[in-house]
């Protein structure tokens, strides 16, 4: 069987992007606060074999819910407890919505359109970022991903709106089924935001079409309660406030007030979300404005059919969650990455038939060369505009002139390759693909700084990984987890856990039986015993506690971040016990 040229860019351009989710995976340690908590978590859930309620160094965390947790524990249960195994499942996930991408878009556009789709979507900053980064955002746009697409169907199932249509009202019900299913899921990924992003997709779409019956019936009422329910009554069971606290804190004032800490300005997602699917965004908004052109063109026959419901029903896909979000307290960048697929989809639904120049293509490429001339301008000066570690500051420019050669390089290829469609994905694709490989010498050091993993290496090697740690009002979010046992933490409100859950319930957990949770003074008592094998770790700003430490114990480790004194040992236990018999 002989394969087509265009096919084998097609296939060069998947290679690499796939090949970018995975390049170094492990190479660079955890980051904190996010990556170091959430691995921390999986690793306590596979450690204790609990895969109902998910803990933070031995107490609930009820941040989120407990699937993404639980597919990292299962990782960690076959690789072990590693930076790999903790990455590995946002992979997976990853390469689950690309898959959705590629069979959507098979429905919509065919099989060119289906390798379009795919290609875009994995292509963009986002979707690679968010492949190679311990948090929940991969694994919920899969199953929004898989519930928008469902409701498609059962919206479209008997319209003959997509070339998969004739299913009838018989097949309808279960994709809207599999939609609520999916819904479910996502729940248990990230909570009830899941539920919100499918419908804001579904509703409006649903009613423009008039089939707004297609969106819920008793069959998939009973199959989202039955993904949702059990793990809701089991967690209800052991922490009776935990749906209060999941609908009302993590949901209700999330989304309608800055108590959280999370609030932002009005145009934030406007700038993020272009940000998020370059080059892209300027190859769908160059697309569009050139497609409208054509058809007002003078001379022109003006087209008597209605507008196309694949591109109403995947700009809805993208603009209402945008205005949701911005109407939202809430802020955070990842909060986009569930709309990117549409943007893979409408490119492809874009150069549907187009026969020579694809649509917005040269727009994508000049748009690709003007950030690269201004990174290879800038490089020297970006250090000077970022707080960063000496280290940080040093492997900026590096990295910020070879990403600029690469997107100057692809930009003028995809210029000259503007009306061959495998080689404009490919040279488009370039500069995401580099990205991981330019950037090897950055996240190092961004990994230094931005983790426990130095911390925990000393500890071990004067202390052994079993030493006794004390936090003093001090919590590295990744250092349980290189140590591979929790810390005993002296604190006012359990804050340093970085869990809004515990914060609020802090007073319950530190009477709790076994707590890691001690009184804010407690460690000056522990350094008076001074038990052997205990090492205590403070902030490097915290010169109080640095004072008193320096004053019994020596110095193990010194980061940016933190400084940790010991080990106690009976040999300083004896001199401390002989100099206060003296006294």
């Known amino acids: 069987m002989t394969v087509s040229r265009s096919t084998l860019w097609l296939l060069a351009a998947s290679a690499l992007v796939l090949l970018a989710f995975t390049f170094d995976l492990g190479g660079y340690p955890l980051l904190e606060p996010d990556e170091g908590r959430n691995a921390e978590v999986a690793r306590e859930m596979a450690e204790r074999n609990d895969y109902v309620l998910p803990t933070l160094n031995g107490l609930p965390y009820l941040d989120k819910p407990v699937l993404y947790f639980a597919v990292g524990a299962s990782v960690m249960e076959v690789l072990g407890p590693t930076e790999t195994a903790a990455r590995l499942p946002s992979v997976l996930f990853t390469l689950g919505t690309l898959g959705l991408v590629f069979w959507f878009g098979m429905l919509l556009t065919g099989r060119l359109g289906a390798w379009t789709a795919a290609i875009v979507t994995a292509a963009t900053p986002f979707t690679l970022a968010y492949a190679r980064t311990v948090i929940f955002d991969s694994a919920l746009t899969m199953w929004t991903t898989l519930a928008v697409c469902g409701f498609w169907m059962a ?309 052994g990984s079993s030493a006794r740690v004390i936090g003093v009002e001090a919590f590295p979010l990744s250092l349980p987890f290189y140590l591979r046992h929790t810390l005993l933490l002296s604190t006012a409100d359990g804050s340093e856990l970085t869990s809004n859950y515990l914060l609020r319930t802090y007073r319950r957990w530190r009477r709790a039986p076994g707590t890691p949770l001690r009184p804010v003074e407690w460690w000056q008592e522990e350094l008076i015993a001074c038990t052997p094998h205990t090492v205590f770790l403070t902030r490097a700003d915290d010169e109080a506690a640095r004072t008193l430490l320096a004053a019994q114990l020596a110095p193990l480790v010194e980061t940016r971040k933190w400084v940790a004194y010991g080990p106690c040992s009976a040999e300083r236990l004896a001199r401390l016990t002989a100099g206060a018999g003296r006294e």
Do not use: N
Request: glycine letters at 10%; proline letters at 7%.
């Open 155 to 463: 919206i479209e199932g008997e319209r003959g709106a997509s070339p998969a249509a004739g299913g009838g009202a018989g097949r309808a019900v279960w994709w809207t089924a599999l939609a609520w299913a999916a819904m479910g899921f996502g729940v248990l990924t990230k909570g009830p935001i899941a539920l919100a992003l499918p419908l804001l997709v579904a509703v409006p779409y649903a009613l423009w079409r008039r089939r707004g019956r297609a969106l819920l019936d008793w069959v998939a009422a009973l199959l989202f309660l039955a993904v949702v329910l059990p793990w809701v009554f089991a967690v209800s069971r052991d922490i009776p406030d935990f749906l209060e606290y999941a609908l009302v804190t993590e949901t209700a004032r999330r989304l309608t007030t800055g108590e959280l800490g999370r609030t932002g300005p009005l145009w934030y997602f406007l700038v993020i979300l272009p940000a998020a699917a370059l080059p892209w965004s300027i190859v769908v908004i160059a697309a569009l404005l050139e497609t409208r052109r054509r058809a007002r063109a003078p001379g022109r026959r003006q087209p008597t059919e209605p507008r196309d419901p694949r591109v109403v029903f995947l700009l809805i896909w993208i603009l209402v969650p945008l205005l949701f979000f911005t109407l939202s307290q809430s802020k955070r960048p990842q909060y986009v990455l569930p709309l990117v697929p549409a943007v893979g989809l409408l490119v492809a639904v874009l150069w549907h038939g187009e026969a020579g120049r694809l649509a917005g293509a040269r727009a994508g490429a000049v748009a690709l060369a003007a950030i690269g001339s201004f990174l290879v301008a800038v490089s020297g000066l970006i250090p000077g505009w970022v707080p960063a570690s000496a280290a940080v500051a040093a492997a900026i420019p590096g990295t910020a002139l070879a990403l600029g050669a690469v997107c100057l390089a692809a930009g003028a290829l995809a210029w000259l390759a503007a009306s061959h469609r495998g080689i404009l994905l490919l040279c488009l694709s370039l500069p995401v693909a580099a990205i991981p490989v330019v950037s090897r010498g950055l996240m190092d050091a961004i990994g230094d700084d931005r983790s426990a993993l130095e911390v925990a290496r000393a500890i071990e090697a004067v202390a």
